[in-house]
């Protein structure tokens, strides 16, 4: 094997091509098989748009400077006189600089004084790099391949640009105006005061070009950035996560793959496919949205956390989420704009109040909240469907997925599962990670109990919510049976006909006069609620009435998720499901009935009770599936069932209490991150 490092440097292309032929002599003499070109990404145009190995080189030398004409002469002329006798690879590193010390500033500016520099460019112009030591990594790795590829492109996938160079090494960087100055230049080549070879270098030095080096790093299982991280689905979790690594570690960069895109769809519309074996269960249809944002799009839930109050006994893992919720609530809320100042009322032995947050119509998107978009160091893959995850042992060394109707794959250092927890459950069982034919799972059951004549008040707890920076501060009553939770979630303005109105017209395309009349007549009610938001920052009760609604946690059965023989419209398995009640969640229901009709008796409630039978309701804003893969013994043992890959959902959890669980994941995120990926 030849490794060709050389160029002469500030001789003429003839010299070069001379060193070349003793160097093609060398090897037929001496019988070298393979020789590895050192080349140079500047040997392709600066007219694409897209580059991978697969494109192809400039064929016009007055194109380019006298640096990438000698590479591309070096390129064609190895190509061509091996003569059959050894093969040529190349290998096309990014601009190379050292993590331990300042690079060179040729081709990427030139400073004027102190720290400040002329940009080569403009602050768009890229600039593809990769560090020294993985470099040579990667062409160890390269050459002891048995089977080779033609080309090589080493460089980090990320979107690093000069205007980064600069800043990173210190320097304030002026811009060159981009249409000004190419305008300028090609006044100057009209009247010939630049060459037509010069005008092109000048029109280059704004290229900005996305460089993907994915199969490079596929074929040698090696990510060329040691900070590369890849996200797996940008929905509630994974735009929390996101902006956490990007808010502790500017180093970090973010590769995103979501199914979807800007618009966010349910399952159908997505073209997802879960078959519903047992029961009635909803939540796989009616809770899943995907694109940016994902459910927290459409998130009708509220943010509560655990604390110590919730479970009479569970699990040491259970214990250490509490602790965690205990530990960053505070930050979770900060992170809202919400100052958390929610303390827990015991209403009796067994019975106490928790407080959340309902978050705005205008913050509940995540992916918009935190502006993921705007990240200069996250690259997005929309449309992009991942469908397995490589692995050996424990170690995470790829994934695959499909885009355009393509298999591809993608290596990282580090990798995030947050795809929704029947989602991960299919990815996991297809990849051969769960050696099980099915995952169980969980769920919590909800029926509305009681409606309330009267008072938003009880006792001395006012249950209306309260508003804040257009969010609302919810409350709910929060209980266990026999090491069963449930909660008792007060539910407002079901039956104003406005907001049906509204819902027929939005939803179901419906208009008629009859609707029209109906929303004049009740606009007094209406002036009211906006009255009630604006000035009194509460919820307006229509007709002084409202419902409770109790939701407990589906006591053990045998509910589960596993793969279908059947496809959907990826041509990949869909999904089984089979949701089953557990046997004594009537009992249970009853237990937690009378618990609270007797806190209401107590305290001289108006009500009337609804139907007593137990009915599986579910929709979006009470999607709460928890209880997969979750036998670990504390926190440490989730976090390290894999090297480099964590499993982000509310699967996770033991137990789903008496909250909506999404809140209590966050504060698991922040733990990771502050360990694993602080700078």
Avoid at 352 to 369: A, D, P, Q, V
Avoid at 621 to 626: F, L
Avoid at 631 to 657: E, H, Q, S, V
Wanted: a positive charge.
């Amino acid at each position: 094997i030849v490794i060709n490092f050389i160029i002469i440097k500030n001789a003429n292309r003839e010299d070069n091509i001379k060193y070349l032929k003793s160097l093609s002599s060398f090897c037929k003499t001496h019988k070298i098989k393979k020789v590895f070109q050192i080349s140079s990404i500047s040997v392709y145009s600066n007219e694409l748009k897209n580059i991978n190995e697969k494109s192809p080189i400039e064929t016009n030398l007055n194109r380019k400077g006298e640096y990438a004409a000698i590479k591309i002469e070096a390129d064609n002329f190895l190509e061509v006189d091996n003569e059959g006798k050894y093969t040529v690879s190349y290998i096309r590193p990014g601009f190379i600089y050292s993590k331990d010390s300042f690079n060179s500033l040729t081709g990427i500016g030139v400073k004027i004084f102190g720290r400040v520099a002329v940009l080569f460019g403009n602050k768009s112009s890229t600039l593809p790099i990769i560090e020294r030591s993985r470099l040579h990594t990667s062409i160890l790795k390269i050459v002891k391949k048995d089977s080779i590829k033609k080309v090589f492109l080493v460089l980090e996938n990320n979107k690093f640009t000069k205007h980064d160079y600069l800043r990173k090494h210190g320097f304030k960087s002026v811009s060159l105006p981009k249409y000004s100055t190419i305008f300028v230049a090609s006044l100057l080549k009209l009247i010939k005061i630049i060459t037509k070879k010069q005008f092109y270098q000048i029109k280059g030095i704004f290229k900005n070009i996305e460089y993907d080096a994915s199969e490079s790093e596929v074929e040698l299982s090696y990510s060329f950035s040691k900070n590369s991280v890849c996200v797996i689905g940008v929905g509630t979790f994974g735009s929390y996560l996101v902006n956490n690594i990007c808010e502790k570690n500017e180093n970090s960069h973010v590769t995103i793959f979501d199914v979807g895109n800007e618009k966010v769809k349910n399952e159908d519309e997505i073209g997802y496919k879960t078959n519903i074996t047992k029961a009635s269960y909803v939540g796989a249809s009616k809770g899943r949205f995907f694109g940016f944002g994902g459910t927290s799009n459409k998130w009708g839930g509220q943010l509560l956390m655990f604390t110590k109050n919730d479970f009479d006994k569970t699990t040491p893992f259970m214990l250490d989420i509490i602790k965690l919720c205990e530990k960053y609530r505070d930050i979770v809320f900060n992170r809202f704009k919400i100052r958390n100042s929610f303390e827990e009322t015991f209403l009796t032995e067994t019975l106490f109040t928790k407080k959340g947050i309902w978050l705005s119509y205008f913050n509940r998107n995540l992916f918009k909240f935190f502006k993921i978009k705007k990240r200069s160091n996250v690259s997005i893959i929309k449309d992009a469907r991942v469908t397995k995850i490589l692995y050996e042992d424990t170690n995470i060394i790829g994934i695959e997925y499909i885009k355009n109707n393509v298999l591809r794959t993608a290596v990282f250092n580090h990798y995030f599962l947050t795809t929704g927890a029947f989602e991960t459950c299919r990815i996991l069982l297809n990849s051969g990670i769960v050696k099980n034919e099915s995952i169980k799972f969980s769920d919590h059951l909800s029926q509305k109990i009681f409606k309330i004549k009267g008072s938003t008040k009880i006792g001395d707890e006012d249950f209306v919510f309260k508003v804040s920076k257009a969010s609302l501060i919810t409350k709910r009553i929060v209980g266990e049976v026999d090491g069963v939770s449930f909660y008792a979630n007060p539910t407002f303005n079901s039956e104003f006909p406005f907001f049906q109105n509204i819902k027929r017209i939005l939803f179901k395309k419906e208009l008629s006069f009859s609707i029209l009349k109906s929303i004049i007549i009740d606009m007094p009610n209406v002036f009211k609620f906006v009255y009630s938001l604006v000035v009194n920052k509460r919820i307006f009760v229509y007709n002084n009435e409202w419902d409770i609604y109790i939701e407990i946690e589906n006591p053990i059965s045998d509910s589960n998720v596993s793969l279908s023989n059947t496809i959907d419209n990826y041509n990949e398995f869909a999904l089984n499901l089979n949701f089953e009640i557990g046997k004594n969640a009537d009992y249970i229901y009853d237990k937690c009935r009378d618990l609270i009709k007797t806190y209401l008796i107590d305290n001289n409630v108006d009500f009337e009770e609804y139907q007593k039978t137990i009915e599986v309701q579910k929709s979006e804003d009470t999607y709460h599936p928890y209880g997969m893969m979750c036998d670990f013994k504390n926190i440490d043992d989730y976090y390290n069932l894999f090297n480099n890959m964590l499993i982000i959902n509310t699967g996770i959890l033991p137990r789903a209490g008496g909250i909506n669980t999404a809140g209590a994941i966050f504060p698991l995120i922040e733990e990771y991150i502050n360990v694993k990926f602080s700078d």
